[in-house]
Structure formats: C-alpha cells, structure tokens
C-alpha cells in the first residue's frame, strides 16, 4: 500500500552516500524482472477492469442502485484508484529501486496511495455496519430506505476521515521536523520508520476495523442463528398443538380477547370484519370462516418470515466471504509494518515486506469478483453488461434480493 520496500533505511541523507541502494536488478534475473512486471501491469489491469464493471453496472442498471449497495459503489471507486493510479506509478519504482519522477508527483502519489487503501478499509466497515442493521434491526432500517441523504452523508465521511489519518502527515512530516529524511531518488512517508505513528495508524487503519467487522458478523450469525432454532421450535404450519401455534407465531389465540402484537391486531381486525358474514352462516360457519383466515394468515407470515431469514443467511455469507478476504490481504502487512518501524527495517527482509505489500494491493482487484460471486443482482448486471445478447429476451420474475 503506502511504502516502497524497494529502500533502504534512510536515517540521515549521508547514508546513501556510502551506501546505495540496491535495486532488484542486482537480485534477480532479467528474464524474473521481465515475469515480475508482466503479472504487476496484469494485476493493474484486472483491477481497473474488475472495478471498472462495478462502476458501469451501477449505471446502467437501476435494479442496483439500492440504498445500501451505494457503500459498494465507494468501494469500488477507491479500489479502481488504487489500479489506475498507485500500481502503475509503483511498478518501475519497484523494479528499478529508484523514483524518477520528482518529489511533487511522489508526494501526490503518497497522498493518494494512503488515501484510497484507507477509504477501501472504511468501506468495508460501513458496508459491514449496513448489513448488520439490515439483519438486527430490519423494520427501523427498511424505514429509512427512502432517505439518500444518510447514505450520501456517511460514503463523505469516509473519505475525509481517509484523508485525515495519514495525510496531514504524509504533506507536513518534514515541515514540522525542520528537515527530511528520504533521499532524492526514493519516494516514501517521512514516518515509514516511526514505530509509535505506525502502530497508531494502524490501528485506526486495520486493527479497530478488524474488531468491528468482527463484532457485526457475529452479531448477525447470532441473530440469524436465534431466529433458526426459533422457527424450528415453532413451525406454524406443522405445529400440532393450536394454542402453541397462535401463540409462538405471535398470532391471536382462538378466544383471545385483546392481542398483544402487530400480527394479533392484523388478524383480529380481519376477524372482525369476517363477523357479520359469520354470524348470518351460524356458529358453525363462524368457527370455519376464522379458523381458514388465521391459518391463511399464519402461513404468509411464515412464509414471509422464511423469505428474510434465507435473504439474511445470503447477506450474512457473502459479507463474511469479503471481510475474511479483507483479513487475509490486510493483516500480514500491518503486522510487518509495525515490526519494521521498531527494527528500522533490520528484521524484516525487503522480499517479504514487499510480498505482502503487494498482497494488500490484490485485495482491491479480488473485490469486484466477490460481487458477483455473493450477489445476485450484480451477477445479473454483470450479464447484461458482458453478454447483452443472453438476456435480450429475459423471463418475467422478481430479480432476487441480493
């Protein structure tokens, strides 16, 4: 993401008087350099693509421009950033060990790099929070659906807190130091061996966003878990007791007099409204006519409930499919990010360090392809995007929830 292990420690300017930096041009081979730059520019390119169709499907079908897959949107455009414009920049510096381009462009660069890896991180956070309300708190958070100002409001927020964690420092480090330690021909942060800044911002940066992650799946795995065992308990339809049925579907109680939830007063006004009907039949007729409705009644509902439970169990998947991928593209580099500043690089071997830097990279180019694979609805975008000529006479049908 954010530095370069392609230097070495700059402790003073003077280091790299005695000691220049060694480039991978005298570690590798050059047919392993040539290998090495053809699967950067590839991951580049899959990343522009990939991120690319997300942001042309968002605007060609309406179907995805739901509330919360909004929060996608915002992902995809950090990530497509980050294969636009921080690999390419970063493939020559890579191999060569050496920054051509000026200190202006570097700076720009750093800015950018730390920016939108950061925005993606928060992203994932905001996308995890908006599934986890959707699961735990479904009635307050289908209210606010038509509201695009929160949305709108929290996609801003994300990046500005992006922009505040790392760079004020990345533009200001040398100037509140009085002087810079990076040499004229390297590009990376002032702080890149400041272990107390480093661990920090990480942190903020990938260990807090672990734990809420974290913390909202399991909520929601528990919410989905509770709701499973509760519909197997309390199976409406092939309950064999009818008082147990009314009462743990939450329905009225043949001969109860004042119901005590939204479904009693559904099917009790429904009741009433049946009674002249019945009345005018006989007793007989009345019991007959009742009983059918709230059967009728009990089976939508059951039905209904179902829907949402195995609707939630796909959100619930697919948003630990991305946050585990998160996890395993983040978490080597944070880690060795923090050990190298205390070591000031000394422990930590620049081929490794630079492997799970570039593992981080991956996961903006692994993103888009979690889309389609966890959801329905941009697997169908997708479709009409890439083979248009398949879905030129579509079957009638609701599109799926997800």
């Not at 570097?106 to 929070?129: E, G, P, Q, R």
């Not at 930590?348 to 392809?369: C, D, Q, R, V």
Request: aromatic share 12%; hydrophobic share 45%; with cysteine.
């Amino acid at each position: 993401m954010h530095n370069s292990t392609a230097e070495i420690p700059h402790t003073a300017a003077t280091y790299n008087e005695t000691c220049p930096t060694q480039s991978p041009s005298s570690e590798f081979s050059l047919g392993v350099l040539v290998l090495l730059a053809l699967l950067m520019v590839l991951l580049s390119l899959v990343t522009i693509l990939g991120n690319s169709l997300v942001i042309l499907a968002f605007i060609m079908d309406k179907n995805l421009r739901h509330r919360s897959n909004y929060f996608f949107l915002n992902l995809a455009v950090s990530d497509f950033a980050v294969g636009v414009f921080c690999m390419p920049l970063y493939i020559p510096y890579a191999l060569t060990g050496t920054w051509h381009l000026g200190r202006s462009l570097c700076k720009l660069w750093l800015v950018m790099d730390y920016l939108v890896c950061t925005a993606s991180v928060f992203n994932i956070v905001l996308i995890s929070y908006d599934r986890f309300l959707s699961v735990t708190k479904a009635v307050s958070y289908r209210a606010r659906q038509g509201i695009m100002s929160s949305p709108a409001i929290k996609m801003v927020a994300i990046w500005v807190l992006a922009f505040l964690l790392y760079c004020p420092a990345v533009l200001f480090w040398e100037h509140v130091a009085g002087h810079s330690v990076v040499a004229v021909d390297q590009c990376h942060a002032e702080f890149y061996n400041n272990w107390y800044f480093l661990l920090c911002a990480s942190t903020l940066e990938f260990f807090v966003p672990l734990l809420l992650v974290t913390y909202f799946n399991m909520h929601i795995f528990h919410n989905i878990q509770r709701r499973q065992r509760r519909g197997s308990v309390q199976d409406c339809e092939s309950a064999g007791s009818s008082s147990l049925s009314w009462r743990f579907c939450g329905l009225p109680r043949p001969g109860a007099s004042s119901p005590s939830s939204e479904a009693e007063d559904s099917v009790s006004s429904l009741t009433r409204s049946w009674r002249p009907a019945a009345v005018a039949n006989g007793p007989s007729r009345k019991e007959s006519s009742s009983t059918a409705l709230k059967r009728n009644f009990s089976a939508s509902f059951s039905s209904k409930t179902g829907s949402k439970l195995q609707r939630d169990k796909k959100i619930a998947k697919s948003l630990a499919i991305i946050v585990c991928v998160f996890a395993i593209c983040w978490a080597p580099y944070s880690l060795l990010m923090i050990i190298r500043g205390a070591c000031h690089g000394k422990c930590i071997h620049k081929s490794l360090y630079e492997a799970t830097f570039w593992l981080l990279w991956i996961n903006s180019s692994l993103n888009p392809f979690l889309y389609p694979l966890c959801h329905m609805r941009f697997r169908m975008a997708f479709l009409k995007i890439l083979c248009p000529q398949k879905l030129a006479t579509p079957k009638s049908g609701n599109t799926p929830s997800l």
